[in-house]
């Protein structure tokens, strides 16, 4: 099946520093990416919507402006927790939709567990 | 939007006992379905998916059974093994791929040898 690779895998930052998350897809392009948070025993919570070359879509209640989205390429979307703070602490998880064969999977990252002190 | 809800939260079995999650949808229009198996700190991995065209799938212990009329579709494990014990996703989609899921909150499987 498709890869999607996440990096890093946990990162440990003190508050206030911005910490950035790698998300590529490594055997297929990857049109849209979303991005995920997920708390202890719960459920995924979408936060974004990533689209190549265009502006990502947040979902209601999440800051626009300390949750910023790249998707430069077909293939890697970034994201960047600007000024970290303790509640930001967290498991991130990106998933990928490919062109082609891919479009109608979902792949996921491996996550990235956040922890801000 | 799609509202999808799963049940139970937690669900306990012996091993070689089967395992059921259901999960119930609110839009008629939501036509793939697929669950995720995630276990401790690792991403979660497609285990399965089903087409509204299609009323059952399965591959191997792993089973999906899908009711349109009722909004429900459901998954079944067979013979379940201590490795079978992870948190499962039920999702639905309303575009026919992956481009718009939305996700069930999710059950904790614990497999007890």
């Known amino acids: 099946g498709a890869v999607v690779s996440q990096h890093p895998s946990r990162v440990i930052c003190k508050s206030g520093t911005s910490v950035k998350i790698e998300c590529r897809s490594l055997?297929?392009?990857?049109?849209?990416m979303f991005w995920y948070r997920q708390f202890p025993k719960q459920s995924l919570m979408l936060m974004a919507t990533?689209?190549?070359?265009?502006?990502?879509?947040?979902e209601q209640g999440v800051e626009k402006d300390k949750f910023l989205i790249n998707h430069a390429s077909l293939t890697l979307s970034t994201l960047t927790v600007t000024s970290a703070h303790p509640e930001d602490s967290s498991f991130y998880i990106c998933?990928?939709?490919?062109?082609?064969?891919?479009?109608?999977?979902?792949?996921f990252g491996s996550g990235t567990q956040l922890s801000v002190l | 939007g799609e509202n999808v809800e799963q049940h139970p939260s937690t669900l306990s079995v012996q091993e070689g006992d089967s395992a059921v999650i259901k999960c119930t949808y609110s839009?008629?229009?939501?036509?793939?379905f697929p669950w995720y198996k995630q276990e401790l700190g690792k991403r979660p991995q497609l285990i399965i998916d089903?087409?509204?065209?299609?009323g059952e799938k399965k591959d191997q212990r792993i089973a999906v059974t899908l009711n349109k009329t009722a909004k429900h579709f459901s998954l079944h494990i067979t013979e379940t093994q201590p490795e079978d014990s992870a948190v499962y996703f039920c999702?639905?989609?309303?575009?026919?791929?992956?481009?718009?899921?939305?996700f069930g909150t999710g059950t904790r499987l614990t497999v007890i040898p």
């Open positions: 998933s990928a939709v490919g062109a082609g064969g891919h479009n109608e999977k979902l792949f």
């Open positions: 055997d297929f392009q990857a049109t849209t």
């Open positions: 990533s689209n190549e070359g265009s502006k990502a879509t947040y």
């Open positions: 839009d008629s229009a939501s036509n793939y």
């Open positions: 089903i087409r509204s065209n299609v």
């Open positions: 999702a639905a989609s309303l575009g026919g791929g992956a481009n718009n899921l939305f």
